[in-house]
Each structure stands twice: as structure tokens, then as C-alpha cells.
């Protein structure tokens, strides 16, 4: 089975396969996206949105859904917890992040925002701590509030929860967003941070970086 990751450094959404790919030590070729928008990505995912994945000559988009494939395919080590009402739980984080707080942040929202909308920029940028912090303060509740301790969110080893959680704390720490009030949110960044397959995603360790 060939995998080949269709994405870029700075794409959090890739980032979250990158990391999962990784932590499953599954060996994939990461291709370089120039412009998401250009003909030549269009043909590999019509929708203009990175990452997509290609595996042995099919492709696949959305990230969440790259990641379920992944997951069926390679079910060790687990990305979810074994027991149910925690797998919900640790979904429920990840979609937090997934489904509601990025796709109002995202790179083409903004461009829409002050092209079309002619939003000044540092109303942009208000815009855009203003979701963080509302999704933050309801993800720092769900660890706060977990009745299983666990070494990682939901698991003993980082999973979905944490794949989805580091892209989305580098992002708010680029937009300088005040994460004083989330000391759960950051001590479980800083524990996945350094970890290889985390370090092996991060946007600066990709061959496309501009460094
Ligand atoms: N729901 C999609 C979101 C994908 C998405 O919004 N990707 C952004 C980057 S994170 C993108 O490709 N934007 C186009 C661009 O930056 O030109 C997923 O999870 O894969």
C-alpha cells in the first residue's frame, strides 16, 4: 500500500494526518502543495482543500476522514480509548476542533473577510481569538471534568484528541491568542510537543518549510 500526503507545512488540518500517520509509525510520502487553490490540486481534490490523501492511486479528502481510514486500516496503536462513552468523549474534543473552531478561523474565511468583506485586519484578528477562546474555555472544561484519569486527554498514549488539539494550539499561539486561562490545554500541548511523531508533523520540519 502506497500513501502519499497531498499537503503543506502550515496546514493544520495535514498536520493532524501527519501526526496520526506518524504515531502509527506508517510510512507515507508527503507531497508539497504549492497553491490549494491552482489547477493541478483541483484535479487531486476538487474542493481546493488540503490534505488529501493518496493511497494506491485513490484519493481521499477530509482530514477526519483520512484519519477514520487510517485508524480502520492500522488499528494499533489505538487513537480512541476502548470504552465507549470515552471514545465519545475523545471525539467530541477532536470535532470540537475539527468541526467547529476551524473551519471558522481557517485560511480562506479570513481571505474572504478582508477581500470581499473588507474587514480591517485587526478586526480579523479579534475575529479569530474570539472563537479560540470560546472553544478553548469548552475544551479545558472536558479535561477538567474527565472522571478517568489518564496520562495523555482520553488516553494513555496521545490519539485523536491530541492530533487534532497541537496544530490547533500552534495556530493560536501565531495569532499571540492569551492561553493563561487553559493550563490543562497547554500542559497536554507541551507533553505531545516534543514527542518524534509529533515533532516529525510540525509545520517547521516539513521539506517545504521556508525556514
Ligand atoms: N474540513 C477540512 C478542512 C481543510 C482545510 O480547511 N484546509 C485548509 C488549510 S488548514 C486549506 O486547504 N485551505 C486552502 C488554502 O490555504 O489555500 C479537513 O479537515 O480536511
Known amino acids: 500500500m502506497t500513501l502519499r500526503l497531498h499537503s503543506r507545512y502550515q496546514n493544520s488540518a495535514g498536520q493532524r494526518v501527519r501526526i496520526v500517520l506518524n504515531l502509527k509509525r506508517i510510512a507515507y510520502e508527503y507531497v508539497p502543495v504549492p497553491s490549494a487553490s491552482s489547477p493541478e490540486y483541483r484535479a487531486v481534490n476538487p474542493q481546493g482543500l488540503m490534505p488529501a490523501l493518496e493511497i494506491d492511486g485513490q484519493i481521499v479528502a477530509q482530514s477526519m476522514a483520512i484519519i ?3 485508524e480502520e486500516l ?25 468541526a467547529d473552531l ?21 478586526k480579523i484578528t479579534t475575529w479569530y481569538r474570539h472563537w479560540v477562546a470560546t472553544a478553548f474555555a469548552s475544551l479545558e472544561t472536558a479535561l477538567a471534568n474527565r472522571s478517568i484519569a489518564t496520562r495523555f486527554a482520553f488516553t494513555d498514549t496521545p490519539g485523536l484528541a491530541e492530533a487534532c488539539l497541537v496544530p490547533q494550539m500552534a495556530n493560536a499561539r501565531r495569532f499571540e491568542c492569551d492561553l493563561t486561562p487553559y493550563p490543562l490545554l497547554v ?4 507533553a505531545c510537543r516534543d514527542l518524534p511523531a509529533f515533532a516529525a508533523a510540525a509545520p517547521e520540519a516539513q521539506v517545504d518549510y521556508p525556514g
Do not use: Q, T
Not at 82 to 91: M, Q, V
Not at 187 to 190: K, N, P, S
Open 68 to 70: 477514520a481510514l487510517i
Open 74 to 98: 492500522h488499528p494499533e496503536p489505538a487513537l480512541l480509548p476502548a470504552n465507549p462513552i470515552e471514545r465519545a468523549k475523545a471525539r467530541a474534543f477532536a470535532l470540537l476542533i475539527a
Open 102 to 122: 476551524h473551519p471558522l478561523n481557517n485560511n480562506r474565511v479570513r481571505k474572504y473577510l478582508a477581500g470581499e468583506m473588507e474587514v480591517p485586519e485587526e
Open 187 to 190: 500542559a497536554l500541548d507541551a
